[in-house]
């Protein structure tokens, strides 16, 4: 192999390396559940939320009350649905038949067969809501 293609080779694997690294900045999520123009309303986080959430949260509820200052009536953890995930496992087996008995002896065939058994597990769905209003 020649040198010049060594060296592009050695900077190609070096560049696919290095751009592998590169993560992807978080992007802060917060959604208006309620607004009331000028007035207030009701912000909503995932419960688990990061401070960059909060953050983008109360940069909403400014932005309603234009200048107002912002306060926060109540916040807490809120059921607002359920999540199903149903798991399905499979058996496989052999089904037997019976053929034919003679003297006690009896003549079987069997078949392959599956058999499938399925399960649910319900779980409440909950995000973290602020209610605030304008003052």
Not at 15 to 36: D, G, H, I, N, W
Not at 58 to 86: A, L, R
């Amino acid at each position: 192999m020649n040198q010049a293609f060594q060296k592009t080779t050695t900077y190609v694997i070096f560049a696919a390396l290095f751009s592998s690294c590169v993560t992807v900045p978080y992007r802060p999520q917060a959604r208006e559940v309620k607004k009331l123009p000028g007035k207030g309303g009701i912000v909503a986080l995932k419960s688990n939320h990061r401070e960059e959430d909060r953050a983008f949260a109360e940069q909403k509820m400014e932005n309603n009350c234009k200048g107002s200052s912002v306060v926060i009536v109540e916040e807490s953890e809120v059921s607002v649905g359920t999540k199903t995930d149903t798991v399905a496992e499979e058996s496989k087996g052999r089904k037997k038949n019976n053929l034919l008995s003679v003297a006690g002896l009896s003549f079987v065939s069997s078949q392959p067969s599956k058999e499938t058994e399925t399960s649910s597990v319900v779980t409440n769905v909950n995000e973290w809501q602020i209610k605030y209003r304008c003052k």
